[in-house]
């Protein structure tokens, strides 16, 4: 289906993370560069068969089953998947064309949920425009769709360019796909309240750790994982693999909403572990699960036994310039604060 509110074009098809990028294009004679003496009986070596970019692609017959249960109104048929299920970005991420990090503008800003998209966008070189101008502003402009449910905002998804004729969206931690403007209408994104248009490039928000810091990371983090009970780790261990199952849920698998990762009985037996078990947090946040910093920061509240061996910073805490940057961002933050509070 054209989507009715831009104006189609023929679709640009561009490689998994690289967006504006057509396929790169095959010389007309190509060599594999070997260039032998002509008197010498060498044999060429056959050059390999280009790889094909396999974006878009029809979805599989569970992935229609998944995303038919969370959007009825998706044409299942029609869409296209563009990049596979990752944790790596999400929905609000990919609509400013970062496929980097996940950002969640209510865990970065002030104020409102929706001052923080607004603030967001602003900084990324977005401005808000009017459902009429956005059907009116043809397919070589970008245009995000934002998305909100009774409860705040939910979702972007984006048109352009280097989107095809229809719309995309990354879905949380699960596939990116094509879409018709609204078809994700559903109980779990609302639907679209508002759009933003780019207009400029805007400034990219980014968080260094300082080498230093990185350098005796490990060292550290080493020396309190081993300290850790037996029976704490095992614990651990269980509940984790039970939060991860929970995380990976039908239920949470399409929200950009850090929240709605932090619930469930796995969660809350991880944090009934209490502070024995914050080396183990550190960990697996070091291995890049970001969400890990939420469990850090509940079980690290100011107290008298503040991370149980008190340092120069016993317990995170990140201002406002370091809150304004990704979730895996903040949990570098988060992980490097606890560490230099240990001896």
Not at 33 to 39: A, D, E, I, L, M
Not at 168 to 178: T, V
Not at 258 to 282: F, H, N, R, T, V
Not at 325 to 336: G, L, P, R
Request: proline share 9%; with cysteine; charged share 25%.
């Amino acid at each position: 289906m054209i989507d009715p509110i831009r104006s189609p074009q023929a679709p640009v098809l561009h490689p998994s993370g690289q967006r504006g990028l057509a396929p790169e294009q095959q010389p007309a004679n190509p060599t594999d560069g070997f260039s032998p003496n002509q008197s010498d009986p060498v044999t060429k070596l056959q050059q390999q068969p280009p790889v094909q970019n396999p974006y878009p692609r029809p979805m599989t017959e569970d992935e229609k089953a998944d995303f038919k249960s969370w959007f009825p109104n998706l044409d299942v048929e029609a869409a296209r998947v563009t990049h596979e299920a990752t944790p790596q970005y999400n929905c609000i991420s990919w609509t400013t064309g970062n496929t980097q990090s996940w950002d969640w503008p209510p865990s970065m800003y002030g104020g409102t949920p929706q001052e923080a998209f607004q603030q967001y966008y602003t900084e990324r070189g977005f401005s808000p425009i009017s459902a009429e101008e956005a059907a009116n502003i043809g397919k070589d402009k970008e245009v995000v769709a934002y998305w909100e449910d009774p409860n705040g905002p939910t979702h972007g998804s984006v048109s352009g360019s280097t989107h095809g004729e229809r719309w995309e969206s990354k879905c949380g931690q699960a596939a990116q796909i094509q879409h018709g403007r609204d078809e994700l209408e559903s109980e779990v994104y609302g639907k679209i309240a508002g759009y933003w248009l780019k207009t400029s490039e805007g400034k990219r928000i980014v968080r260094e750790i300082p080498l230093e810091a990185r350098q005796r990371l490990d060292a550290k983090l080493a020396l309190r994982v081993v300290s850790v009970e037996p029976e704490v780790a095992q614990a651990f261990s269980s509940a984790y693999s039970q939060w991860q199952s929970e995380r990976s849920s039908s239920k949470v698998a399409v929200s950009s909403n850090p929240a709605d990762y932090l619930k469930g009985e796995g969660y809350q037996k991880l944090l009934a572990l209490g502070k024995a078990a914050l080396p183990l947090w550190i960990d697996k946040m070091r291995s890049g699960d970001f969400f890990c910093q939420y469990g850090v920061q509940e079980l690290t509240k100011a107290g008298e036994d503040a991370f149980q061996i008190k340092g120069p910073n016993p317990q995170p805490e990140l201002k406002p310039q370091e809150v304004r940057c990704s979730e895996q961002d903040k949990a570098n933050q988060v992980m490097v604060q606890w560490l230099d509070s240990q001896w």
